[in-house]
Nanobody, 119 residues
Framework: QVRLVESGGGLVQAGGSLRLSCAAS????????MAWYRQAPGKQRELVAT???????NYAASVKDRFTISRDNAKNTVYLQMNSLKPEDTAVYYC?????????????WGQGTQVTVSS
């Protein structure tokens, strides 16, 4: 059974840093595009950052230059380093694994981890 388990969330003051981790199991991790999404109360889930199987990254404008996504294929883990955190970064952060092949598509989600940034 595929599992994505996030960790590293918590409460931090504005200007602080956190590093989220997402450990994947039962998938061929290296071929998946990994992503972090977030959902704040009363808002839609939004894409934060992605990293392809080849290591290419992309960021939402609101986090660019503050957040860094990375992956360790040997550990089946994707990370989100979050620096210079702002109260508006407060949300539940979700890990996503997606693979689109010729015949199949796979899309998996973690359970989420809460990040709260106090002002």
């Amino acid at each position: 059974q595929v599992r994505l388990v996030e960790s590293g969330g918590g409460l931090v003051q504005a200007g602080g840093s956190l590093r989220l981790s997402c450990a994947a199991s039962e998938i061929i991790f290296s071929i998946y595009t990994m992503a972090w999404y977030r959902q704040a109360p009363g808002k839609q889930r939004e894409l934060v950052a992605t990293i392809t199987s080849g290591g290419s990254t992309n960021y939402a404008a609101s986090v660019k230059d503050r957040f860094t996504i990375s992956r360790d294929n040997a550990k089946n883990t994707v990370y989100l380093q979050m620096n210079s955190l702002k109260p508006e970064d407060t949300a539940v952060y979700y890990c996503n694994a997606r693979y689109s092949g010729i015949y199949y598509e796979y899309d998996y989600w973690g359970q989420g981890t809460q990040v709260t940034v106090s002002s």
